[in-house]
Structure formats: structure tokens, C-alpha cells
């Protein structure tokens, strides 16, 4: 993984996405969730290919046009920063020979902007702050401006690279697998009985077994069909950090029931 390039790439593109939208000025200072991830129809001096994906607490920005994608925390959960806890999995993943199952992750940078805008405490005493499409936040905030006071405003996000990984067709759920499955604890089959058979699958239950073990160690859990992904044809983790709430002792307790 070239990180510099990586951090290059995706800096000149936040840069744009702050410089030519206020939607996006304010979101990094305070990440907000969007129903459209797709920017180029709004913004012609960004490519069509970017878009952003939002999760419980982290957003991904994706080049698809490019090899490598970024993550960033937006909010931390029971157990700190996402993104730092699932490249510490994946270091740990290394040491066991583990790593092939996952999509390697590393910080890259923090990526740091200053501008002139608004404060969000501003914005949210003037403004529906909770619209989610970029084009309808801008033209309220136009409609507020006189309102507020321009700030300098410096944001810093810790930014993590990994590979740009494809949809993984799990197909049906063969029946032998299933079977195979039910027989290990593993929070591989905690959302999705899919995901576990899928691995056995690629893998064969002997790793799907060590896999488990693994797992458990470090508290995965929240996989499901839409954290896997596929790289050079076979199975693998994208989004492994879980997410971990004061209650999540009780969620582990019930893994393999």
C-alpha cells in the first residue's frame, strides 16, 4: 500500500468537496449521514465516480476510478475509534497468518483544512442541519448567511486506507455448510448465516474454526452481508472494527446461540 499516494489522492479530493460545496464545509467539522452518496450530479467540478458511504460510526470515501478507498471516524463508540481498533485487528491478524480473511487497513495521515465558514452551533441554531442531501443544504444555508458570522474554522481527520474491494455474491445458502456452521461458535453467523458459510466455503471449516477463535479474541462482531466484500475472487472482511455498544457484553455472550 503507497500511503502517501493514497493520502494525496483523497486530500485533493476532500479539498474540493469543502471548497465547492457547504454542505461539505460543514460536515467536516460535524460528519452527517447522506441518503445520496452520489456527488457529481450536483457537483460538475467533482468526478462522477466519488462516492460516500456512511455506517454507525464511520464514513468511507470511494474513488471508483481508483484502487484504494478511505475511512474516517465520525463518531466514536463504546470502545473508542473505529478505524484505529480495526487496524490494530488487522496487525493482530498478521501475527496469526490471518490476514488473507481481511482487507487490509492502515492510518495513512490526517488530512487538515482551514477555512472560512460558519460555526456549527451557528448553523444548527439557523438551519435545518439534518438535511441529508448536499444541493437542499446549500441553499438553506445561503438563505441564513446573513445570519452568521464567517469563522476560521481548521479541521484534522485521521484518514485509513484499503483496497477498493467488490460485492460479494454469497448466492444460496448450501444446506452442508449451514450444518458445518452451526457447529462452531463464531460471530462469523451472528447477523447472517450467509457469512459463515460463505467463508467455509472459500476457506474450508479448519480455518473458518481458527478464524472463529480469532474473532471471539478480539470481539468482531456486526458482520453481516454488507461488511464483506471480494478481492481477487475470494471472501473478505471489510468492515471488522464491530460496533460496540455498553451493552455489548450481553451481545458476545450470545454468539453461536
Same mark, same amino acid.
Given at each position: 500500500m503507497n500511503k502517501r499516494a493514497i493520502f494525496s489522492h483523497y486530500s485533493a479530493i476532500i479539498d474540493k468537496l469543502i471548497d465547492n460545496s457547504m454542505f461539505f464545509s460543514a460536515y467536516f467539522q460535524a460528519p452527517w449521514y447522506m441518503e445520496e452518496d452520489l456527488l457529481g450530479e450536483e457537483y460538475e467540478e467533482l468526478p462522477t465516480s466519488i462516492n460516500i458511504c456512511n455506517g454507525a460510526t464511520r464514513s468511507c470515501i470511494i474513488d471508483n476510478d481508483y484502487d484504494y478507498v478511505v475511512k474516517f471516524d465520525i463518531e466514536e463508540d463504546a470502545f473508542g475509534s473505529a478505524c484505529e481498533r480495526e487496524s490494530g485487528i488487522y496487525r493482530a491478524a498478521k501475527v496469526r497468518s490471518l490476514d488473507c480473511y481481511f482487507n487490509e487497513i492502515e492510518y495513512i495521515g490526517t488530512y487538515t483544512h482551514t477555512y472560512y465558514f460558519y460555526d456549527i452551533e451557528e448553523i444548527q441554531e439557523h438551519c435545518n442541519y439534518l438535511i441529508y442531501e448536499a444541493k437542499k443544504f446549500d441553499e438553506e444555508l445561503m438563505a441564513h448567511e446573513e445570519e452568521m458570522t464567517l469563522q476560521s474554522i481548521t479541521v484534522s481527520i485521521p484518514l485509513y486506507g484499503c483496497r477498493r474491494a467488490h460485492a460479494y455474491d454469497c448466492g444460496p445458502c448450501d444446506n /452442508?455448510? !449451514?450444518? *458445518?456452521? *452451526?457447529? +462452531? !461458535?463464531?460471530?462469523?453467523? %451472528?447477523? #447472517?448465516?450467509? !457469512?459463515?458459510?460463505a467463508f467455509i466455503r472459500d476457506y474450508g471449516i479448519e480455518e473458518y474454526k481458527r478464524m472463529s477463535e480469532f474473532a471471539i479474541e478480539q470481539q @468482531? #462482531?456486526? $458482520?453481516?452481508?454488507? #461488511? @464483506?466484500? /471480494? +478481492? /481477487? %475472487?475470494? &471472501? !473478505? $472482511? $471489510?468492515? &471488522?472494527? %464491530?460496533y460496540h455498544s455498553e451493552e455489548d457484553e450481553e451481545e458476545t455472550e450470545s454468539w453461536g446461540l
Open positions: /452442508e455448510l !449451514v450444518a *458445518q456452521a *452451526q457447529k +462452531v !461458535v463464531s460471530p462469523l453467523r %451472528g447477523r #447472517n448465516i450467509c !457469512v459463515a458459510t @468482531i #462482531n456486526d $458482520l453481516h452481508l454488507s #461488511n @464483506i466484500g /471480494e +478481492v /481477487e %475472487g475470494k &471472501f !473478505v $472482511l $471489510l468492515d &471488522f472494527s %464491530g
